[in-house]
């Protein structure tokens, strides 16, 4: 075994010797190219395998790297329109409530703001706001918004009123068309219309766009809200009374917010709306 | 058991010539043949360390187109010496296997260099050290540590499979 070994080794060590004088005498290229030619295309081939495995492992990296951002870009995207939303509807709200501000502001009266927690939306047509006896609130407090009038409270809660809009069929307000001063009744209908009922043939007849306002008679509500312009004039024949149908400046779809008049004033508030005059 | 032997030997020398520069860290490659030999001599002894040593080197010297015979030397002399004294060392550790192929790997750097040394090899020993044999001495442990988890692995799959 050991002689054996002694042989291997000494043969091993002889040839790379003989190996390598040829070599350094200028001889032994040619089983190097012998080998050469054999090893060539096993070299190309496994050259081809390595690189078009390491090609399918960068495109494999790559792919999932891709992935992987372009999940987290979705995400991102979720959240960003979520936030975007939010701060539409939180620049929403500021505007409205500046607004709210200015007017309460503007006024010569005391006023309580209130948020429309609840709408009824059937028979009658009422809004629930968060403030009640607690907050003072006392029934046919009068309701308005920077556009105009809402209506009244008519019920009082602890914590919350319910206003009666002027478009529910049991409303009745008293109106003055502002350009000329033409008295009448604004009521409700059941169909959330409002109209304008006005004496006929009593000086100037009003006209299509013509505002609306609160005629400040029966001591309910200040003078000059307004209440919301002439859409249509209906005539019917000699009927004592006319009709002319009212769009309301306050969108009740829409509304937030209201300030509940909580005082008293004589003074007429038509001046205080920028919509009106 | 022969022909996986061969394939083995000559698969290593050319996936040092192929796959080697795939798997470079810088300019750093292992020295896949050696690695082979290495944990052949350790688990076969020195005569098949020494043979594959001589083949593996000899095709890797005339793959490379460097002085055929040069690897082939020092290569089979180092798989005769460690298949020599591997039954004296603790060399079933694997931690052993890996340090010590790190060692053999400066070693037959340096060997390899004393015998270039006769036919005028112009490059100098420090940078040589520096910059071939040791980073490539230290990337032969990494692979040789891997080849050793692999072949534990397979091992262990086989005596599991045939206990069943």
Known sequence: MRVRRVVLLSSVIAVCLVLLTLQSRGRGA????????????LQTVLTKVGRGAVGMWTTYVDWKAFRAENRRIREELAGLRVEALRVRETEEENARLRRLLALQERLPLSTLSGEVIAREWGWARALTVNR??????????????????????V???SGSSIIQTINDPASTVGGTVQRTRTSGIVEGEPSGATRF????????????????????????FPKGIPIGRVGALIERGSALFQYAVLTPEVDFQRLEEV??????????????????? | MRASLALL???????????????????????????????????????????????????????????????????????????????????????????????????????????????HFPGAFGDLMLHVVLPQSLYNGVIGAALVLAMAWTERMRAHSSWR
């Not at chain 1, 040619?30 to 295309?41: M, T």
């Not at chain 1, 029934?139 to 918004?145: F, L, S, V």
């Not at chain 1, 009593?202 to 306002?213: C, H, N, S, W």
């Open chain 1, 259 to 277: 300030l509940l008049l909580t005082g008293q004033t004589a003074v007429d508030l038509a001046g205080h709306f920028p919509g009106s005059g």
């Open chain 1, 132 to 153: 009640g006896a607690a907050d003072r609130i006392i029934r046919m407090t009068p309701a308005i918004n920077p556009e105009g009038l809402v209506g009244r409270v």
């Open chain 2, 9 to 119: 030997i000559f698969g290593g020398g050319l996936a040092q010539t192929t796959f080697a520069s795939f798997i470079r860290i810088g300019d750093v490659v292992p020295d896949i043949p050696l690695t082979v030999v290495v944990l052949l001599a350790l688990r076969r002894g020195p005569e098949i360390g020494c043979l594959a040593g001589f083949a593996s080197g000899l095709f890797q010297d005339v793959l490379g187109g460097g002085l055929v015979g040069v690897q082939a030397l020092t290569k089979a002399l180092t798989g005769f010496t460690l298949g020599k004294i591997g039954g004296h060392l603790w060399v079933h550790e694997p931690l052993v296997q890996v340090v010590g192929l790190v060692v053999l790997s400066i070693v037959e750097g340096v060997a390899r260099f004393l015998l270039m040394q006769f036919f």
């Open chain 1, 197 to 220: 009922k006005y004496m006929a043939r009593d000086g100037e007849a009003p006209r299509v766009g013509d505002l609306v306002v609160t005629s400040g008679l029966g001591g309910l």
């Open chain 1, 30 to 41: 040619l089983a190097g190219q012998a080998i050469g030619v054999v090893a060539a295309p």
């Open chain 1, 155 to 157: 019920e009082v809660r």
